[in-house]
């Protein structure tokens, strides 16, 4: 099994600074990684997929990079809505897929 | 608008079984892999199940596999998800959701709201 591990656990931040959240897989993953978003009571988002696309509808504020081993999903100028928790999935080891624990960004 | 809404969940004693459902509208619903994903309250998300657009190929979590078995029935655009010989740690919200396009099959495009299994005497 390929575990993901995502750091911070929190993040705190000013509205419209930048966030970087950091996810970690412990073999290579290529660009089969995904982000989601989760606020409290609402299902998971998808955001990025292939590592950097951004999803259908998604802002362009959210970006992802790396591939391998190393990722980052980036949010370029915080909003309101945007404080939740992060989570990031590979999809490499098809079918045995694996989440991240998750990064929670909340308000400074 | 493309919807997936789940069903079933309930309060059920160890050793229990359960069905649960997922009902899909606004896509085409045969054209796509559908998984079943949980989350621990309060914890994170754990992929559980995994079946192909045509329900040919079955995939499932080590920690449920022999006890759950993932099905689909195309003309009524449904998952289903049945869990027999349930244990305390399966406790979850349920969620259905949808596989992404062909080259990101593996992330989930669209999700459901879940469904609550407590397994608890």
């Known amino acids: 099994e390929i575990v993901m591990t995502q750091s911070p656990a929190t993040l705190s931040v000013s509205p419209g600074e930048r966030a970087t959240l950091s996810c970690r897989a412990s073999?290579?993953?290529?660009?089969?990684l995904a982000w989601y978003q989760q606020k409290p009571g609402q299902a998971p988002r998808l955001l990025i997929y292939?590592?950097?696309t951004r999803a259908t509808g998604i802002p362009a504020r959210f970006s992802g990079s790396g591939s391998g081993t190393e990722f980052t999903l980036t949010i370029s100028s915080l909003q309101s809505e945007d404080f939740a928790v992060y989570y990031c999935?590979?999809?490499?080891?098809?079918?045995?897929?694996?989440f991240g624990g998750g990064t929670k960004v909340e308000i400074k | 608008e493309v919807q997936l809404v789940e069903s079933g969940g309930v309060v059920v004693q160890p050793g229990g079984s359960l069905r649960l459902s997922c009902a899909a509208s606004?896509?085409?619903?045969?054209?796509?892999?559908m998984h079943w994903v949980r989350q621990a309250p309060g914890k994170g998300l754990e992929w559980v199940s995994l079946?192909?657009?045509?329900?040919?190929?079955?995939y499932y979590a080590d920690s449920v596999k022999g006890r759950f078995t993932i099905s689909r029935d195309n003309s009524k655009n449904s998952l289903y998800l049945q869990m027999n010989s349930l244990r305390a740690e399966d406790t979850a919200l349920y969620y259905c959701?949808?596989?992404?396009?062909?080259?990101?099959?593996?992330?989930?495009?669209?999700w459901g709201q879940g469904t609550m299994v407590t397994v608890s005497s």
């Open positions: 292939g590592a950097s």
């Open positions: 999935q590979q999809y490499n080891n098809w079918p045995r897929l694996t």
């Open positions: 606004g896509f085409t619903f045969d054209d796509y892999a």
């Open positions: 073999q290579s993953v290529s660009s089969n």
């Open positions: 959701a949808k596989a992404g396009i062909p080259a990101a099959a593996g992330a989930f495009d669209i």
């Open positions: 079946i192909s657009w045509d329900g040919g190929s079955t």
